[in-house]
């Protein structure tokens, strides 16, 4: 049982990560119908930039604001310069611009920092704390909060604010919110904004714990993404629930089964929900005009 | 003799119903339209019966044969082709290509020979040139054969779509809105070609919104209103049907009620 | 001055005097090495046009085939006391399998998850061979047996250098699968599958059978990245689980994509560029990520054709 639980603790704290990259996946996705393939680098930014921030000299909590800050900033740098001048491109060459910038970010990581494994201290120590026969670190607990805080944050911005409307709006019906004069290109900025900087701070939260380097975006996007189209591709809230599945099945299956292939958990995953239930859990079947 | 039989046939989108439950058939060699005003069900209905959608109830059958639900290549190879309204003509193949790949039924699939360059490719792609060449003829595109499709103009590329849905022979041809977008020019040349198809054997059921172009070329009309079929008939009687006159009275369509029994008998 | 002759027998005259030309130049027999690299890398990229260039897919996972093939070669005749050769054609049709049986449900899938989908399966692959120590030699790679046709030709008296003679037998590879894949350009299933790739939907309405064709595409150019991973593998008389990492798939991409997707002189266009940086500039590989990332977007968004159909293009209009 305490196995169990141990494994249990494992998947929700590595599924809170994913359910954050699953986010950004799905908020860029609903503004601008582009699969941002670059969505991992993002996780990996704000890990290694902080590292590097405080290696020099910065304080943690400013190196972190640092590197959400930058990431932001590349983030809306991504749209603006790779995705905004391929409008009307088809969806094949969208795919390979956002491949493109996943390893262009990649290579920018590996040149401008280095490819070594890195870590900084976690928030609030490394003494774990016994529950029920395993054990927590407090990062883990770190993690769990902060993804929930970010989607309790972003569910208020879009049901209490005009700009999260605004956002809501333009991904329900592109057209129709530009005709009701919502700028959507600046909405198609603030997603990638806001997806950058989630990624970001997923990675500042899950470094002390598993590490970063310049190519842990790759798996990272693959196992979001998992959790974004098993969710439905739609809600944040499916996206939530998503990421914490993808992350408890791999951690069940890395305890039971093979800790050599737990992931490939997430490839099956995308298999299984895109020929057995394609619209996931909370998506809903869209219309496609001829 | 019937070609094509629409029995009840109905679209559901969600809660929204798109088309209730249509039902009307295409004689042999007939030309055929479905007119009414925008959102009354048209394009959802033709795409019901080219296989594009699944309909939610009815049959669609075709020389006999339930083909309800059936996929589009399964459709073509029983002789139903189609064109676009938002055209879909294959850009990155010349207009000679464009029409020869709808000669694919043909053709047949042989892989191997295709990847050798064996005597049989080369005698097909023979046959297939020929073939799209007289079709090209027939639409009047002969000239532009080796331009790049997007080279074309609006009226050539719909022209160009109804070329490639001819060469697969079929014996019944959907037109989605072939005068769509066309000025008065274009639009007696289309209505010219049609009439000459249909002359050829082959039925035509065509989804249009330009009344003169309808009631000139068509046997018969099918006229739908909010989701419902509300009119059939020879284009005359449709044309002084009340309802007919009132959908087009009350929707804001291009024509006028007066307009529309003017230009039937104009 | 050209015009006689057909665009296809244009590139496959190109290619076979560069091919020929080419060793004149050569400083050192080094380079017979970098030409066989080319041609090998050429063949995946043209596989890779058949692919995406024609039927309008997408497969960011296409060097897991180059590493069945690799592997082929490796286990074969240690394992199943197979020739050389025939390990080829035996890899070759694994492949042929693989792809019949993961392509027929994944190529159902819209095109951003059939990238994902390819992503994942290349990574599969690549997971298969790095874990699988005790059959494959995990990360350490194992040695492949030499294809023996060095020591035949002695035996007839002739007398050739290892990379002169990979040199030729790639090249001749490439020309001949360049010769397949033009001629089926021009054939009745090229049309079919270039249909494809501007509107399925009107594909099928004129009898294409489009999960059929696009299945057909993935099988023939899978078939293409194993022979040359077989190729390399023998080549080099070594192989590692990297020749079917995500790294070598994007290489292949990119280097058709820069080429020109839909051009099989691109392809060996965009092999030769990017098989040959990275013998320029040493660093490369510190900058590979970096430049083929930059690359795979610039060519998107400036140059979505790729050089030689926008480099042809131009010539065209110019002499109009």
Redesign the interface.
């Known amino acids: 049982m305490s196995e169990f639980l141990q494994f249990l603790f494992s998947g929700i704290t590595v599924g809170s990560v994913y359910a954050l990259v699953a986010l950004g996946f799905i908020l860029i996705f609903n503004a601008s119908g582009v699969v941002n393939f670059a969505q991992g680098e993002f996780v990996m930014l704000g890990g290694m930039i902080t590292f590097f921030a405080h290696d020099a000299g910065l304080p943690m909590a400013a190196a972190a604001a640092l590197a959400v800050l930058a990431t932001c900033i590349i983030g809306v740098a991504l749209y603006k310069f790779a995705i905004e001048p391929a409008r009307g491109a088809s969806v094949v060459a969208l795919i390979i611009i956002t491949i493109g910038a996943s390893i262009f970010l990649r290579g920018l990581a590996q040149v401008v920092f280095d490819k070594q494994i890195h870590r900084f201290p976690a928030i609030s120590g490394d003494a774990p704390i016994a529950v029920g026969g395993a054990s927590i670190l407090p990062q883990s607990l770190w993690i769990v909060g902060g993804a929930l805080a970010v989607f309790v944050a972003l569910y208020l911005f879009f049901a209490r604010t005009l700009a999260g409307k605004a956002v809501l709006a333009t991904a329900n019906n592109r057209l129709a919110a530009q005709l009701v004069g919502i700028g959507t290109n600046n909405m198609m900025t603030l997603s990638f904004a806001l997806s950058a900087a989630i990624g970001a701070l997923g990675g500042i939260l899950v470094t002390p714990l598993t590490m970063t380097s310049y190519d842990v975006g790759l798996t990272l996007a693959l196992k979001g993404f998992a959790g974004a189209i098993l969710g439905g591709m739609g809600s944040p809230f499916g996206a939530l629930v998503g990421g914490l599945l993808v992350g408890l099945i791999e951690a069940m299956t890395a305890g039971y089964i093979s800790s050599e292939y737990k992931d490939a958990v997430a490839f099956i995953v995308i298999l299984l929900v895109l020929f057995v239930m394609p619209n996931g859990l909370f998506g809903r079947s869209p219309l496609e005009r001829v | 003799m019937t070609i094509l039989e629409v029995a009840g046939l109905g679209m559901d989108f969600g809660g929204l119903t798109a088309v209730e439950a249509v039902s009307f058939s295409v004689r042999r060699g007939g030309i055929m339209s479905v007119i009414g005003p925008n959102g009354a069900g048209k394009t959802t209905l033709f795409n019901m019966v080219s296989g594009i959608y699944r309909p939610t109830r009815g049959r669609v059958v075709l020389d006999g044969r339930d083909v309800t639900g059936l996929a589009p290549h399964k459709l073509a190879a029983m002789g139903m082709s189609r064109t676009f309204q938002n055209l879909k003509v294959f850009q990155q193949m010349s207009v000679l290509q464009n029409v020869m790949a709808g000669r694919h039924l043909s053709e047949g699939v042989h892989v191997v020979s295709d990847l050798l360059g064996l005597p049989g490719a080369a005698r097909r792609n023979r046959e297939s040139e020929e073939e799209a060449h007289r079709l090209l003829r027939l639409v009047g595109l002969e000239r532009g054969a080796f331009r790049e499709a997007s080279e074309l103009s609006y009226g050539g590329l719909k022209r160009l779509e109804i070329a490639r849905a001819l060469a697969t022979q079929p014996r019944l041809l959907l037109l989605d809105e072939p005068a769509a977008g066309c000025n008065a020019v274009e639009t007696g040349e289309i209505d010219e070609l049609i009439s000459r198809i249909a002359e050829t054997g082959v039925a035509v059921l065509l989804v249009e919104h330009d009344m003169k172009l309808v009631m000139k070329i068509s046997a018969h009309v099918v006229v739908m209103e909010q989701v419902r079929k509300i009119s059939e008939g020879p284009p005359q009687e449709v044309a002084n049907d009340p309802r007919v006159i009132e959908a087009y009275l009350g929707s804001g369509a291009e024509t006028g009620a007066k307009g529309v029994g003017e230009r039937a008998q104009g | 001055m050209m015009r006689g002759l057909s665009p296809s027998s244009l590139t496959l005259l190109t290619l076979l005097v560069l091919m020929v030309v080419a060793p004149a130049l050569f400083p050192s027999s080094y380079y017979y090495r970098v030409g066989a690299l080319i041609f090998i890398n050429g063949l995946a990229a043209t596989g890779l046009v058949i692919l ?1 260039g024609y039927a ?3 497969s ?1 996972g296409h060097a897991g085939f180059s590493g069945v093939g690799a592997y082929a070669c490796a286990l074969g005749p240690v394992h199943l006391g197979l020739p050389p050769v025939l390990c080829v054609v035996l890899g070759a049709a694994l492949s042929a399998l693989l792809a019949w049986g993961v392509g027929r ?2 190529l159902r ?5 059939l ?3 390819t ?3 290349g ?2 692959i690549y ?1 298969a061979i790095n ?1 699988e120590g005790w059959l494959t030699g995990g990360p350490d790679g194992m040695s492949v047996k030499a294809l023996g046709l060095k020591g035949l030709l002695r035996d007839f008296g002739i007398k050739v250098k290892a990379s002169e003679l990979w040199y030729w037998i790639s090249g001749g590879v490439l020309l001949l699968g360049a ?2 894949a033009l ?2 350009r ?7 599958l ?2 494809l ?3 399925e ?10 999960a ?1 064709m696009k299945v ?1 595409a993935f099988v ?1 150019s899978a078939v293409y990245a194993s022979v040359a991973g077989s190729l390399v593998a023998m080549m080099n008389r070594f192989v590692t689980p990297d020749v079917a990492g ?1 790294l070598h798939s ?1 290489e292949l ?2 280097m058709t ?1 820069l080429g020109g997707a ?1 051009s099989v002189l691109g392809a060996t266009v965009g092999a030769t560029i990017l098989t040959a940086l990275p013998q320029v500039l040493t660093v490369f590989e ?12 610039l060519v ?2 400036f140059l ?1 054709q790729g050089l030689v159909p926008t480099l042809a293009r131009r010539w065209r209009r110019r002499a109009t």
Do not use: C, W
């Open positions: 995406v309008g897919q997408v960011l449900p994944i899938l819209k095109a951003h998850y990238a994902v989908a992503l994942g399966f990574i599969l997971m874990n010769f397949i001629n089926l021009n054939s009745p299933a090229g049309r079919a270039r249909s790739h501007d509107s939907v009107a594909a099928s309405t004129i009898g294409i059978d489009v059929r057909m023939i995500f994007i991409l990119t994509v839909s510190d900058f590979e990520n970096l430049s083929l990332g930059l690359i795979m977007m998107m968004i979505r």
